[in-house]
């Protein structure tokens, strides 16, 4: 199937409404699309259901942060939306995000950052206030070029994690997803910035709570990390999942959809697909 299978909407820090990035990747060309927010599933509905009137199969998603490293992330697939775990850890992270907010605008202020939270919630538009939002108020508003120097020097910064968020840990997030009858993939290796053994040894401990794959095909993966992570998930007999990680140009300027050949026969069967 041609496919992609990590997008963000407007339902955490996409550029984009579920319909609209439905709409894209039909434009595109794309069977199948898995729409992964940050934490939370409120886009999905409206992703199923522009998708069944496009005729694009959507691929109920999620990406769930993970406590153990910056940005340990895991993607959930295929899950149900009923009443369950998953529904309830997203709920506590959407908590955590909230009290998070006027911390980090606090944060900001102490640096000589002085932009308001109205603003960023207005231009968030949703409910789920990201990092990605405030970084692109202090574009616009000149304290920084781009969203990248607003990350390197303030929001992804050691400092910063002293007001980070609490965040589950990495097999809360696979059991969740598991426990409503999803399968999961550990997103972006290379952004944990692990030496390989000490990878090597996440993926076998990962694989041991039940992890089903490794997204080894995303657009800022050098060869020889895509055949790396080829070659972890032979070995710990995990499936391979790709996804562009798109949000929007105005988000992440230099990634556009992923159209690519990917094995979804394991996502897509026992009615998972809607
Ligand atoms: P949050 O979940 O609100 O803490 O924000 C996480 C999002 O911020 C990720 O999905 C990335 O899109 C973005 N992000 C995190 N670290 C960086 C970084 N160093 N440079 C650019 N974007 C980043
Ligand atoms: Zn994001
Ligand atoms: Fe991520
Ligand atoms: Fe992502």
């Known amino acids: 199937m041609i496919a992609d299978l990590h997008t963000h909407s407007t339902a955490s820090d996409g550029q984009y409404a579920p319909s609209e990035l439905v709409r894209l990747a039909k434009d595109r060309g794309l069977q199948v ?3 992964t927010d940050h934490d939370t599933i409120d886009g999905l509905d409206e992703a199923v259901r522009t998708g069944a009137a496009l005729g694009l199969r959507v691929l109920r ?8 490293y910056r940005s340990l992330h895991i993607l959930g697939y295929g899950f149900s939306t009923a009443p369950s775990a998953l529904t309830r850890l997203c709920a506590e992270m959407k908590a955590g995000r909230d009290q998070r ?3 980090i605008i606090d944060f900001l202020h102490e640096k000589g950052v002085d932009i308001s939270l109205a603003e960023v919630e207005e231009l968030a538009g949703g409910d789920v206030i990201g990092r990605p939002h405030f970084a692109q ?6 304290y920084v070029q781009s969203s990248r120097e607003a990350f ?3 929001l992804d910064t050691d400092e910063y994690q002293r007001i ?3 965040k589950p840990d990495a097999r809360a997030c696979i059991e969740a997803i598991r426990s409503a009858g999803g399968k999961t993939s550990f997103a972006h290796p290379y952004q944990v910035k692990l030496p390989d053994d ?3 040894a996440l993926v076998r401990e990962l694989a041991g709570y039940g992890l089903d794959a490794i997204e080894c095909y995303y657009p800022r993966h050098t ?3 895509q055949a790396l992570y080829l070659r972890l998930a032979e070995k710990y007999g995990l499936h391979a999942t790709g996804g562009s990680d798109f949000h929007g140009e105005r988000v992440k300027p230099d990634i556009t959809l992923a159209a690519w050949e990917l094995d979804t026969g394991w996502l897509l069967d026992q009615g998972r697909i809607v």
């Open 223 to 225: 060869a020889e990390q």
């Open 137 to 142: 108020v202090m574009v616009r508003r000149g």
């Open 152 to 154: 390197d020097r303030y």
């Open 101 to 103: 907010k006027s911390r």
């Open 61 to 68: 998603g999620v990406e769930l942060s993970a406590r153990e």
């Open 164 to 166: 980070e968020r609490r």
């Open 33 to 35: 699309l898995a729409l």
């Open 198 to 200: 000490a990878l090597e």
